[in-house]
């Protein structure tokens, strides 16, 4: 890739897989109550569950544990990434709709404290997000989504009116929402935590 546009120093590697070194693979048991196919976190997850729970467990990998998607995204740990509240409970009903959401607080909060309870070094902190609008209506469709979520789910969050532009330091915006419980975390140092744990 030419780099005429880019700073010297730029390179296509994140910079927080730097200092991640390779695993040497064990040798393998002959037996395993639980044999899981994938070191990604979902692997490593059910592997420590297992684990925990007094099952013999292997992770197998085809390539190095850990080192795909699991630690090369953008490292935010959120409730329920892009749906709709409103629109979800319109689709199936709003008692599916709240179970599936309430599940997907679950899995935020058991991570969380899996991170804090296990003293888990992976630069975790409980940062929030503002989810910006791009238009009055788009912000009127936020504050609507976000008021249900308040009143259904208990979500802790805050609109921020585009009358508040110096809230945001950008005139980009309509105004949005601050999503309190969302976090942020090196997620090659999380997955290699985790696979540590796992072994």
Not at 20 to 30: I, N
Not at 37 to 51: D, E, I, K, N
Request: glycine content about 10%.
């Amino acid at each position: 890739m030419s780099n005429d546009i880019l700073s010297r120093d730029f390179r296509e590697t994140p910079f927080w897989s730097d200092g991640m070194v390779t695993v040497a693979a064990p040798e393998l048991p002959r037996r395993v109550d639980v044999a899981i196919v994938g070191a990604g976190l979902t692997g490593l997850s059910a592997a420590h569950r297992l684990a925990s729970a007094g099952r013999d467990v292997v992770v197998l990998d085809a390539a190095e544990p850990g080192m795909a998607a699991s630690s090369l995204n953008a490292g935010m740990l959120g409730k329920a990434g892009r749906q709709s509240l409103l629109l979800l409970s319109k689709a199936v009903g709003e008692e599916k709709a709240v179970a599936f959401f309430q599940e997907q607080n679950a899995i935020f909060q058991e991570s969380v404290s899996r991170i804090k309870d296990e003293q888990l070094d992976c630069d975790f902190r409980m940062s929030g997000r503002f989810i910006g609008a791009l238009s009055q209506k788009h912000y009127d469709g936020l504050a609507r989504e976000y008021e249900a979520r308040g009143k259904l789910l208990g979500e802790d969050y805050q609109l921020v009116p585009g009358s508040a532009a110096g809230e945001m330091a950008s005139e980009c915006y309509f105004g949005g929402v601050v999503v309190r419980e969302n976090a942020a975390l090196n997620p090659a140092k999380y997955t290699r935590a985790m696979l540590e744990r796992a072994q």
